[in-house]
C-alpha cells in the first residue's frame, strides 16, 4: 500500500484545511436554512475540491481515489454535510462519466466539478430503502424518449438541478434486472419537490421528489437498458469508502476539540485530563478513528490498483459511521452539561454523523455484502 501524497493532492489538502474553522463557525447557519448555499457549492468547485478524481477533460484534477478520500476527510472536519458535495460529486460524476455519452458526461460532469449545480442520486424509495434492486418508479418508451413515473427519497433533493434515478424498464425481469438509469431534469415538468426534515444533516436538503409523466430524452439513459443496478454498486465500492472517511474526518474534528476541552476544564483542583476515566475514552477513539481511516484509504488504493475492494468497501461503510457515532457521543458527554447545548458544534456532529448509518446502506445490507463475497453467495443469508 502507498498513501503517499503527491504535491498537487497535498495543495488540495492545504486548500480544503483553510475552510475548517470557517465551515464550523457557519454551519449552524447552513442547518437554519436548510442548504449548503450555491455560493459556497461554486467556491468548493472552484478550489478543485468536487471529484478530484475525473479526468481533467471532465473538469476534475486527475486524482487518485486516495485523494478523493483525504479530500473528503479534510472538508467533513470543518462540516461533514459539506463533505457530502465531494461525496456525491464523485459517486454520480464516476456513474456519468462512465455510463454517458462523451457529450453529456463532459457537460454534467463540468457542472458538478465547478460547483456550479449539484447531481443527486435517486436510487432510494420512501417505501424501500435497502431493497433497491426492486424498484417501483418506472420508465417506459415513448418514441426516441422516456416517461418517468414514481417517487424517490434523495439527499440534496431540494437544491439539485438534475438527479441520475433507477427505474425499472422491464415490469417482468427479476429483483435487480431491467432497472435502468436515466438523467433527469429536476426542474422538468411533472417534478414535484418535498423537503424532508430530519434530525440532523439538515444542509444536504434531503427530499421526496414525485415524477408524474416525466419526459426524458433518449440520450439521456446511463449505459445500456436493463443494467443499470450493476453500475450503481460499483460507484457504491467507492463512494462507501468516502462516506468512513466523511465520518472519521468529523469524529476526529471533534476529538481533537475535546482534549483542548478536558485539558483546560478543572475539577478537584487539577485538569480533567488527569483523569483516566476521561483520557482513556479519548485515547481509545483516537484508536478507533486511526483505525476505521486505514481501512478506507486501504479501500480506495485497491480502487486506485484495480484491485477487488467490494468487501472492503462495506466494511467501511458500516463500520466507521458507527465507531465515528460513538466518538462522538463520548466527545459530548466529556463536555458534560455544555455539550448537550443546542448551539455546540459536538451536538450538531452527532446528529449528522447519526445519519450516515442510514443512507447509502444500511450496516444489515453491508454486513451481508461481507457475508456472500465471503462464503459465497450460496452460502450466505
Known amino acids: 500500500m502507498d498513501f503517499a501524497i503527491t504535491p498537487e493532492t497535498q495543495g488540495l489538502l492545504d486548500t480544503a484545511a483553510t475552510f475548517e474553522d470557517r465551515l464550523i463557525s457557519e454551519a449552524r447557519d447552513r442547518e437554519a436554512a436548510g442548504s449548503i448555499g450555491a455560493e459556497l457549492t461554486q467556491e468548493m468547485g472552484r478550489a478543485g475540491l468536487i471529484a478530484p478524481e475525473l479526468s481533467t477533460h471532465l473538469g476534475g484534477q486527475g486524482q487518485t481515489k486516495v485523494s478523493a478520500g483525504l479530500v473528503t476527510e479534510a472538508i467533513a472536519r470543518g462540516d461533514l454535510n459539506v463533505a457530502y458535495l465531494q461525496v456525491v460529486g464523485s459517486l454520480m460524476g464516476q456513474v456519468i462519466a462512465r455510463n454517458a455519452s462523451a457529450e453529456v458526461a463532459e457537460h454534467y460532469c463540468r457542472l458538478i466539478t465547478s460547483g456550479a449545480e449539484t447531481v443527486a442520486i435517486g436510487l432510494s424509495e420512501p417505501d424501500a430503502g435497502s431493497d433497491a434492486g426492486n424498484p417501483q418508479t418506472t420508465a417506459t418508451r415513448d418514441g426516441d424518449d422516456w416517461i418517468i413515473n414514481g417517487t424517490k427519497s434523495m439527499s440534496l433533493a431540494m437544491t439539485s438541478t438534475a438527479t441520475v434515478i433507477f427505474a ?3 415490469p417482468d425481469a427479476k429483483r435487480g434486472k431491467g432497472i435502468s438509469a436515466f438523467l433527469v431534469d429536476l426542474d422538468a415538468p411533472g417534478v414535484t419537490r418535498t423537503a424532508i426534515a430530519d434530525m440532523g444533516q439538515a444542509a444536504v436538503a434531503r427530499g421526496s421528489v414525485d415524477f408524474t409523466d416525466v419526459r426524458v430524452p433518449g440520450n439521456h439513459l446511463l449505459g445500456a437498458e436493463g443494467t443499470a443496478f450493476s453500475q450503481v454498486m460499483q460507484g457504491f465500492d467507492f463512494s462507501r469508502a468516502l462516506i468512513g472517511l466523511q465520518c472519521t474526518g468529523s469524529a ?3 476529538i481533537e476539540d475535546t482534549w483542548g476541552y478536558v485539558r483546560e476544564r478543572e475539577a478537584f483542583d487539577q485538569p480533567l485530563s488527569k483523569f483516566q476515566g476521561v483520557s482513556f475514552p479519548l485515547a481509545e477513539a483516537e484508536t478507533k478513528m486511526a483505525a476505521a481511516r486505514l481501512l478506507c484509504l486501504n479501500t480506495l488504493w485497491l480502487g486506485d490498483e484495480g484491485l477487488p475492494h467490494t468487501s472492503q468497501a462495506a466494511m467501511c461503510k458500516w463500520w466507521a459511521p458507527l465507531e465515528s457515532y460513538h466518538a462522538i457521543h463520548q466527545c459530548l458527554l466529556l463536555h458534560g452539561q455544555n455539550g448537550y447545548k443546542q448551539d455546540r458544534d459536538v451536538e450538531k456532529r452527532l446528529r449528522d454523523v447519526l445519519g450516515m448509518q ?21 452460502y450466505a443469508p
Open 358 to 378: 442510514i443512507g447509502d446502506g444500511t450496516a444489515q445490507i453491508m454486513k451481508l455484502v461481507i457475508a456472500r463475497e465471503s462464503a459465497g453467495r450460496a
Open 168 to 170: 425499472r424498464t422491464d
Open 252 to 254: 476526529t474534528r471533534a
